[in-house]
């Protein structure tokens, strides 16, 4: 995703709005939960990736998640959850949680505005980052769920890099 160009950064008291647009001008499919709260589904290579933005005007707080599209069994969550530690390492921004009831792996990110308002740059960098970190680590979640690895082994080989060209 490039910056929207064609949008200016304007003043947005509700950041929810400024997301709106922007949704609605990516042409992302979208549902917005009263004014505090929206969904958005973005496409991605492995997969289409379940954002939600919720805004705390209490907090002046924006709170960001990036789904992925899978579920880690009951069996294997204690894995996931090492392989959550040993990916929030290798992070500078955000962190991957494990939705408890679901089973469902994300990354989060809250931004804390303090008063400042929310730019169309700064969403769609935040989209960019978490989606790109998502993108980078989908085999690893892969290989840990469904392929039975260690949280060790499936950063291993989700990281591997290839040597030469084919």
Request: hydrophobic share 45%; with cysteine.
């Amino acid at each position: 995703m490039t910056t929207t160009t064609a949008l200016m950064d304007e003043a947005t008291p509700n950041p929810i709005d400024l997301i709106e647009s922007i949704a609605a001008y990516k042409e992302w499919t979208f549902e917005r939960r009263g004014d505090r709260e929206m969904a958005v589904e973005v496409p991605g290579h492995w997969c289409d990736y379940g954002l939600f933005f919720a805004w705390s005007e209490d907090l002046d707080a924006l709170h960001f998640s990036c789904a992925f599209d899978m579920r880690a069994p009951r069996g294997r969550r204690g894995e996931i959850l090492e392989l959550l530690a040993l990916l929030n390492e290798r992070l500078w921004l955000g962190h991957y949680a494990l939705w408890s009831e679901t089973g469902i792996p994300m990354f989060r990110h809250t931004v804390l505005l303090s008063g400042q308002e929310l730019s169309r740059t700064g969403v769609e960098e935040l989209v960019d980052i978490a989606v790109g970190e998502c993108e980078r680590f989908y085999p690893a979640f892969q290989f840990a769920i469904w392929g039975g690895k260690s949280a060790q082994e499936a950063i291993d080989a989700a990281l591997l890099e290839t040597v030469g060209e084919a």
